[in-house]
C-alpha cells in the first residue's frame, strides 16, 4: 500500500472541507498528530480509522486508496452500472445519450489525427 498517495489524498479531501488538522482529528476521536502522521504517510491506520475518515470526508474508502487498488477490466463497467441502477429510466436513458454523443466525438477526434 502507497501510504504516502493515500496521505496526499486525505489531505486534499481535509482541506475540500476546509478542515484543519486538528478539527478534523477532533471529529474522529484521534490526536492532531496522528493525522498528521498519516498524510505524511509516516503512518499507517486502522481500518476503523479509514472508515471513519472516509464518512467524515464524504467519500468512499475506494477513492482514498485508488492508488492501492488494482483495477480489472470491469471495474469501471461495474461503477458505471451501479451508478445508472439507482437512477430513474428517464436519467438512464439521458446517461447513454450523452455517452453516445462523448463516444461519437473522441471517434471523429482520433480519425482526424
Not at 485508488?66 to 429510466?89: A, C, G, V
Request: aromatic content about 4%; hydrophobic content about 40%.
Amino acid at each position: 500500500m502507497d501510504y504516502m498517495q493515500l496521505g496526499s489524498r486525505l489531505r486534499q479531501e481535509r482541506l475540500k472541507h476546509n478542515l484543519t488538522q486538528e478539527r478534523l482529528a477532533e471529529k474522529i476521536d484521534v490526536s492532531h498528530a496522528y493525522i498528521g502522521q498519516i498524510e505524511r504517510g509516516e503512518r499507517s491506520l486502522t481500518l476503523e480509522t479509514l472508515i471513519k475518515l472516509a464518512n467524515q470526508l464524504e467519500v468512499t474508502a475506494d477513492e482514498l486508496l485508488l492508488e492501492s487498488l488494482k483495477m480489472n477490466d470491469n471495474h469501471f463497467i461495474h461503477k458505471i452500472t451501479k451508478l445508472l441502477q439507482e437512477r430513474p429510466l428517464n436519467e438512464q436513458q439521458m446517461a447513454l445519450n450523452m455517452l453516445e454523443v462523448m463516444f461519437t466525438h473522441l471517434d471523429q477526434m482520433d480519425s482526424t489525427k
